[in-house]
C-alpha cells in the first residue's frame, strides 16, 4: 500500500528552469494538497483541490501552477523557478468527510534554486 | 492575521518522563484541531484530532487538551520513549474547506 507518492525525491534548477513535482494517491481520495515547508515557518499551503476537476489557491499560490489529472494524480509546476522557491515541497491527500479529514503526506520532493 | 504558535526551541526529555507541547492561536474559530508527527526526511503523519465540544482526547500514550476560551491545545506524550523523539505539529482549520493550517512545530528529543 504506497499512499501517497511524490516524484522525484531531488532536484536542483537554475533560476528561470521549469518543472513539474509529480504526486499520485492510491487511496481514492478525493481531496488532494500541495504545501511547501521552510525551516522556522511551517507548512503553508500553495494549492489545493477538493475533487477531481477543482482547484482552488492555499496561502502561497504566486509561482505555481496545479494540474488535477486525475482523481489520483495532482502536479505542482513551476514555470519559471526562482532561488525564493527553494523549499521542501509535500503532496497530501484527505478522503472529505466529517470523522475524516485528516491529511496523509508523501515524503516530500527537496528543491533547490540557484 | 491568523497566526499559530508552537514553542520553536526543542523539548529534552529524560526517558519514562512527560513531555508537554503547547499550541496557542489567534484569530481562529476552528472546528477541531489536529496533531501530527514529522520525522526528519519525512512527510508528517497525523496522530490525534480533537473537536471544540471535546475537551481532551487520549490514544495510547498520547492525550492533547483543547480549550477554545484560552485558545490552546495541549500534547502531553506520558512515559516518553527514544522513539517519541519528532518534530510534533499542530494544524487547525476554520470553517472554510480545505485550508488546513500548520504551526511551525516543536522538537521533542528523549534521552534514555
Known amino acids: 500500500n504506497a499512499g501517497v507518492t511524490q516524484t522525484p525525491k531531488f532536484q536542483v534548477l537554475k533560476t528561470g528552469q521549469s518543472m513539474t513535482l509529480q504526486c499520485a494517491q492510491d487511496?481514492?481520495?478525493?481531496?488532494m494538497y500541495w504545501y511547501r515547508q521552510d525551516p522556522g515557518m511551517g507548512l503553508r499551503l500553495i494549492y489545493y483541490?477538493?475533487?477531481?476537476?477543482?482547484?482552488d489557491k492555499g496561502e502561497v499560490p504566486n509561482g505555481y501552477n496545479v494540474s488535477r489529472l486525475n482523481k489520483r494524480e495532482f502536479s505542482l509546476r513551476l514555470e519559471s523557478a526562482a532561488p525564493s522557491q527553494t523549499s521542501v515541497y509535500f503532496c497530501a491527500s484527505s478522503e472529505r468527510g466529517a470523522t475524516n479529514e485528516k491529511l496523509f503526506f508523501g515524503s516530500g520532493t527537496q528543491l533547490s534554486v540557484l | 492575521s491568523q497566526k499559530i504558535e508552537q514553542n520553536s526551541e526543542a523539548l529534552n526529555i529524560q526517558e519514562g518522563k512527560t513531555a508537554t507541547l503547547t499550541c496557542n492561536y489567534t484569530?481562529?474559530?476552528?472546528?477541531?484541531l489536529q496533531w501530527y508527527r514529522q520525522d526528519p526526511g519525512r512527510g508528517p503523519v497525523f496522530l490525534l484530532l480533537?473537536?471544540?465540544?471535546?475537551k481532551e482526547k487520549r490514544k495510547e500514550r498520547l492525550k492533547v487538551t483543547f480549550d477554545t476560551t484560552l485558545k490552546q491545545s495541549l500534547f502531553h506524550i506520558t512515559a516518553s520513549q527514544p522513539a517519541d523523539s519528532a518534530t510534533y505539529l499542530c494544524a487547525l482549520r476554520g470553517d472554510s474547506w480545505g485550508k488546513l493550517q500548520f504551526g511551525a512545530g516543536t522538537q521533542v528529543v528523549v534521552t534514555p
Open positions: 484569530n481562529y474559530s476552528p472546528a477541531y
Open positions: 480533537i473537536r471544540e465540544n471535546e
Open positions: 483541490s477538493a475533487s477531481e476537476g477543482t482547484t
Open positions: 487511496m481514492n481520495h478525493n481531496s
